[in-house]
């Protein structure tokens, strides 16, 4: 059985560009995307999901996976 705190940050280029273009068109602040600490390098994440199947777009690429309550990261801000 998989853990329920199992989480993997995903980084992808489409997923950020959208997400900066759709807050362009709505007026709204760029977003300040969340920061993951991978093997001590602070990475830039654009999703945190429960399992690579759900990763929304085909460019993402895998960063870290763990329990989501012993790796460090700052979330992201819409």
């Known amino acids: 059985m998989s853990n ?7 980084y992808s280029r489409t997923q950020m560009e959208k997400i900066i273009s ?3 068109k709505a007026g709204r602040p760029t977003p300040t995307f ?6 001590g390098v602070p990475k830039i994440y654009t999703d945190k999901i429960t399992d690579m199947s759900h990763a929304p777009f085909a ?3 895998l960063l870290i996976k ?3 309550r012993k790796i ?5 801000t819409f």
Do not use: C, F, L
């Open 34 to 39: 969340g920061t993951v600490i991978v093997n």
């Open 66 to 68: 763990g329990d989501e």
């Open 4 to 10: 329920m705190y199992e989480r993997y940050w995903i």
């Open 22 to 24: 759709a807050n362009e």
């Open 59 to 61: 460019d993402s690429i």
């Open 72 to 76: 460090k990261y700052t979330n992201i």
